[in-house]
């Protein structure tokens, strides 16, 4: 069953509570509607709470109070909803069972980039080829939109082609995921602390979900051949983690702890295949015994520098590198004095955040040639005046994703990257300081689907395009934070334009009066922008009304006051 918007599942839980031929109280309203809203659009659990509700005071301090407990008081009805959504999962496909199942691994309402919820599951063996030259992360994929299809997981996030940015799993579902698991004995999730835990866990999977419950004193009665551990608890003794010398999977989810320095002991984890941890300090070479680790998460300070051993190339099985920011490459290594080209050192890997532009070479990447998606981190060129050499890309044949950010203002020229022609999307964000005639360039890559121009990327204040100015593929564009004034083009400079975004643009006077030309153009947006720039986006979506073309919608949200 589809998902209720808030106008319906408030008339689902009315009806049900009050009856559809009787009036309800008034004042009850705004607190219902509240309530439902927390249901998410599922019917199942609305009519849950209808059912609690039925049997309280119907007052305003009673639906309060069910407004603030609604988690506690759905999982206090397993009877009414465990044999529905049973059906649901018994007549999943058994290839997809662990990966819903797996969904309970995280707290309510927790959302995970699916970036990294494709790579938990390739690291816990859920995902298998069959044989049809899918990859791993495409059959994932694959998995994720069936399992979206039939409304047990939620996209929480897409971008703009459709494609899943984040994605969760409603309350209720999780409350089956942590039933199911703990009956089946695929995972145990910990979620209250224990005064003292003594029970022996006959699985390998586990989530400690605790507020502050140390994982140290859990470990005690964590069988050896744990395979799995999600840690949302506190940070103290990690040492005892060198004892699961089978686990393949341990995320560090903790947001206000990290460690002072590596924890060593993880270095003893030789099955590790999936690793997300938070810590200060450099990677030791030590982690290079981690062979057969395919994913590294390392969350720090935002800004701090963190330099790589020279030993990170001899881990070939990596897949996915997220590093925070200015992460420095050592150089690559040699394969014999005799051998005077470049070899991929990496061949498996797609994912790269985090990267300093001084290691931006073209050494270092034709040692990772098969990469996808790309976040590069300029040095500050106050220290660094090499921030501003050329930078080849063009070994990065299969590059879809590129992201450009700086550190501090400092002008710069386009003309110092050398763009793959192989790029769909494109995030340029953080005082560059690009000319606009740089911009225009970019009509050169052939693939461009997607391009965010954001907080002062650019430095003067008009964008001039000429006739031969034409961005063929380009389907979203996005300015934010940009203090541009003129903007000159005609629809022809983007003949495929879908959507175009402006936030925070307050010195634009109009929006190009032919964009309305644009056939294919289904939205504009803007956010605080300026008084002239709303009436120019109104007027083109009032003349295409007029001509009849009902398509073009515009949408304009303000919170600052016009001057």
Same mark, same amino acid.
């Given at each position: ?29 705004? @607190? ?106 495409? =059959? ?10 039939? +409304? ?72 050896? =051949? ?71 998460? @390392? ?44 070899? =991929?050192? &990496? ?45 080849? &890309? ?19 020229? @386009? ?28 009509? &050169? ?82 956010? +605080? ?35």
């Amino acid at each position: 069953m589809n998902l209720l918007n808030l106008d319906n599942s408030w008339k689902l839980l009315r009806d049900k509570v009050f009856g559809p031929e009787h009036d309800h109280p008034l004042e009850l309203e705004a @607190i219902g509607k509240q309530i439902v809203g927390k249901c998410q659009g599922l019917p199942l659990t609305i009519s849950v709470i209808a059912g609690h509700l039925s049997k309280i005071a119907r007052t305003l301090d009673s639906w309060k109070d069910v407004a603030q407990t609604l988690s506690e008081i759905i999982a206090s009805h397993p009877d009414q909803y465990l044999g529905v959504l049973g059906l649901s999962y018994h007549h999943l496909p058994n290839h997809l069972k662990p990966c819903f199942l797996s969904m309970g691994s995280f707290p309510e309402d927790f959302q995970i980039e699916t970036c990294q919820l494709i790579q938990l599951w390739i690291a816990e063996g859920f995902i298998r080829t069959s044989g049809n030259g899918k990859s791993l992360e495409k =059959v994932a994929e694959d998995y994720l939109e069936d399992l979206i299809s039939r +409304n047990l997981i939620m996209a929480r996030k897409r971008r703009f082609n459709g494609e899943i940015k984040a994605c969760g799993i409603h309350d209720l579902l999780r409350e089956f995921c942590l039933i199911e698991a703990e009956m089946t004995k695929f995972m145990h999730v910990a979620r209250t602390d224990p005064v003292l835990p003594t029970q022996k866990h006959n699985v390998r999977r586990f989530s400690f979900q605790t507020p502050s419950y140390s994982v140290y004193n859990y470990s005690k009665v964590l069988p050896h =051949v744990s395979r799995s551990i999600y840690l949302f608890s506190g940070l103290t003794g990690l040492e005892v983690f060198s004892r699961f010398n089978l686990l393949r999977v341990l995320h560090i989810f903790h947001e206000d702890e990290r460690f002072d320095s590596f924890p060593l002991a993880i270095t003893k984890l030789f099955h590790l295949r999936y690793l997300a941890v938070r810590f200060d300090g450099s990677v030791p070479g030590s982690i290079s015994e981690l062979q057969n680790l395919q994913t590294i998460i @390392i969350h720090g300070k935002e800004y701090r520098n963190i330099t790589l051993p020279g030993k990170i190339w001899t881990m070939t099985n990596l897949r996915l590198m997220h590093l925070g920011s200015n992460s420095y490459f050592p150089r690559p290594r040699k394969k014999g004095i005799s051998n005077k080209h470049n070899v =991929v050192e &990496m061949p498996n890997l797609e994912e790269l955040f985090g990267l300093c532009s001084t290691s931006c070479s073209n050494e270092v990447f034709s040692s990772i040639p098969n990469l996808k998606k790309l976040i590069i981190c300029y040095a500050s060129c106050r220290t660094n005046d090499s921030a501003k050499r050329f930078i080849d &890309m063009s070994s990065l044949t299969k590059l879809e994703a590129l992201k450009c950010l700086r550190g501090d203002y400092s002008p710069d020229s @386009i003309k110092s990257f050398g763009f793959p022609t192989s790029l769909k999307r494109l995030t340029l964000t953080r005082w560059f300081g690009f000319p606009w005639e740089d911009i225009s360039t970019l009509v &050169m890559l052939p693939y461009l689907e997607e391009l965010k121009l954001k907080r002062w990327v650019v430095g003067d204040e008009v964008w001039r395009l000429s006739n031969e100015d034409k961005f063929e593929r380009l389907n979203f564009l996005l300015f934010c934070q940009l203090d541009f004034r003129c903007w000159e083009a005609s629809s022809d400079s983007f003949p495929n334009l879908k959507r175009l975004v402006l936030n925070h643009c307050p010195y634009l006077e109009e929006i190009p009066t032919d964009f309305g030309e644009i056939c294919t153009l289904e939205s504009i947006e803007l956010h +605080n922008c300026s008084t002239s720039a709303e009436d120019s986006a109104r007027n083109i979506e009032q003349e295409q009304e007029d001509m009849g073309n009902n398509c073009l919608k515009v949408y304009i949200h303000s919170t600052q006051p016009k001057f």
